[in-house]
Structure formats: structure tokens, C-alpha cells
């Protein structure tokens, strides 16, 4: 059987978005270039985009804000399409927090910001498809959200130093697309939005059993 061959990494430009389609058992290790940037990360049934990741799913799954290493993100159907596979940062992720969009930017005075929601919309139109009316909750790898006791959140800069990766594995034949978020009127990029990189690692076997090959 010949191997199949993989492409080399994506570079998700600076508050910009970039798409991958991944064969089920394929995974995805998404890097924080630079280090401080948070990702925005959306999952689609690459067969039937009206099914997607669900962050309310997921935590009615998992009873948790977030998965642990080994458990999975779940579609709005209630099936498992990301698993949490590995993971080089300090493991500091949200899934609370909506994507920034036109609105956010426009009570800033900023009606012209790159933002998360536009970028989704864009990569998913540049594949063909039409507009998107619905932008789901998306999954904020290396974003710094702790809840404190009151129920309140804050808003941290993100922990990641240059290299830092998380990496996920498709429990179906999914569409992934991820935006190197925009936000600079917080900490959560640190002094500004950098890169992110974008690899698809075959599926793992007996011979490869971790994150490295």
C-alpha cells in the first residue's frame, strides 16, 4: 500500500484564517508560532457542514468547560468529531468565550477589525460555500479565561511559549478551520496578534504513538 503523503504545515497568517479537511484518525497539531496567540477553532462534518462542533454538547458531555486529554468534542448530533489528543502548553483552552466580530469591533469605534467571525465566513466561501448565518462557539485554543469563584471571568494573556502545540485527532471526516484571532484591544494576544501553524499528522499506529511523527 503506498503511504499517503502530507502536506507541509499551513501557516494561519496574523488575524487571518486558514482551512484543513481531515480523514478520520488524521490529526491536527495547531502551533503557537510565536508564542501569547490564541486560536479560534471550528469543526465541520466535512460530508454535511450543517453539523458542526458544539461547545454546549461537549460540556453536557463531558460535564466539564472544558474536554480532558482523551475526551472528545461533540457535534451539535451529539457525535464525537475532535479528540484532545496532546498537548505542549501550559493546557490553559476556553470554550465560554464567542468569536470576535463586526459588533464587538464596532462598539470598540473600530468598524473596519479584522475578526473571527469574517474570517470563518471567508475560508468557509473560498471552499464553496454559502455565506454562514451561524457562527458557532468556537473552540479557544491557548486563551486564558479563568472563572473565579463568583461566577466572574477575566481575561489573561495567553501562557504559550514559541512552539507550543495542541494537537487533535478527526473521530469523523471533518473541515477544520482555525483564525489566528484578531484581538488587540486586550491582553489576550499579548502586545499583538501573531502566527499560527496548521499540521496534519497521519493517524497514529503501533509504531508511531505520539505527537512527534
Not at 493546557?91 to 466580530?101: K, Q, S, V, Y
Not at 454559502?130 to 461566577?151: E, G, K, S, Y
Amino acid at each position: 500500500m503506498t503511504a499517503l503523503s502530507y502536506p507541509e504545515p499551513v501557516t494561519v497568517p496574523a488575524r487571518q484564517a486558514r482551512s484543513v479537511t481531515l480523514r478520520k484518525g488524521e490529526r491536527l497539531r495547531i502551533t503557537d508560532v510565536a508564542g501569547g496567540q490564541v486560536g479560534d477553532v471550528f469543526a465541520y462534518n466535512a460530508h454535511d457542514i450543517t453539523e458542526h462542533h458544539s461547545a454546549s454538547h461537549t460540556r453536557t458531555d463531558i460535564s466539564r468547560l472544558f474536554p480532558a486529554l482523551g475526551e472528545s468534542f461533540v457535534t451539535d448530533r451529539r457525535r464525537p468529531i475532535l479528540t484532545y489528543l496532546a498537548d505542549t502548553s501550559p493546557g490553559a483552552h476556553d470554550m465560554l468565550i464567542a468569536a470576535c466580530d463586526p459588533e464587538r469591533y464596532a462598539a470598540y469605534g473600530d468598524t473596519d477589525h479584522a475578526n473571527c467571525a469574517d474570517n470563518l465566513r471567508q475560508a468557509m466561501a473560498e471552499l464553496g460555500h454559502r455565506p454562514l448565518r451561524f457562527i458557532p462557539q468556537p473552540i479557544n485554543v491557548f486563551m486564558r479565561i479563568p472563572v473565579a469563584p463568583d461566577q466572574s471571568l477575566s481575561w489573561l494573556e495567553a501562557a504559550t511559549a514559541p512552539g507550543d502545540a495542541i494537537t487533535f485527532r478527526a473521530e469523523m471526516d471533518c473541515l477544520v478551520v482555525v483564525s489566528a484571532c484578531p484581538q488587540d484591544q486586550n491582553v489576550i494576544n499579548g502586545a499583538e496578534p501573531t502566527p499560527l501553524a496548521l499540521t496534519i499528522l497521519p493517524p497514529l499506529t503501533e509504531e508511531t504513538t505520539d505527537d512527534s511523527h
